[in-house]
């Protein structure tokens, strides 16, 4: 979590996140209440009654550890096994994260993950397919696509270059996939 840099920037006061959740599966408005209220939810790539029932019967599950966010597959990606990897699998929308991230990060960290990961849910929903990185992590569409939307919310809350190397920054890519992510983003290098 410590990569994430951390500057004046705030998620709208409307957007509350209950960080001592239980562990286990929980409604994502009891999670992250009022998303379903701000502007920016209105700009999901999706239709308003689409995007209730999302928001409606997408659910959170809060595990152990200092795992970050991820919508749970359907079943485990082919690479998982190889990477060791267990990612928890669920049938139905659900946004995994780890106990440490929600107590512990930023809400402006927390604010843009979940606004990335529920893009992810819209893009499954429509049919896309969210494991796919045949062209490495900072290649994939579904992640620029869910990336520049969250990026698109920061820069109109007044997150700078700067904040946004840093948010990008995250543990499963090296260097030069970093430099790739924010190039294929449109965020410049320092």
């Not at 896309?128 to 869910?146: H, I, Q, V």
Request: net charge positive.
């Amino acid at each position: 979590m410590s990569s994430r840099r951390i500057e004046h920037v705030a998620p709208p006061p409307e957007f509350h996140v209950e960080r001592g959740v239980a562990l286990g599966r929980h409604p994502l408005l009891r999670v992250f209440a009022g998303l379903d209220k701000l502007r920016v939810f209105q700009e999901y790539p999706a239709a308003a009654a689409m995007r209730r029932k999302v928001a409606r019967e997408t659910a959170v599950e809060i595990v152990r550890g200092s795992t970050w966010m991820y919508v749970a597959p359907h079943e485990a990606p082919p690479f998982a096994k190889e990477v060791g990897w267990k990612p928890v699998t669920s049938r139905s929308d659900c946004v995994v994260i780890g106990r440490r991230h929600i107590s512990r990060s930023p809400a402006i960290t927390l604010y843009l993950d979940i606004l990335h990961e529920l893009y992810h849910v819209f893009q499954r929903r429509a049919g896309r397919e969210l494991w796919d990185l045949s062209n490495g992590y900072a290649g994939s569409p579904t992640e620029l696509e869910a990336y520049g939307f969250a990026l698109k919310e920061a820069r109109r809350l007044g997150a700078s270059d700067r904040y946004l190397r840093g948010y990008l920054r995250v543990d499963w890519i090296d260097e030069n996939e970093h430099a790739r992510l924010l190039k294929n983003l449109g965020v410049p290098p320092k």
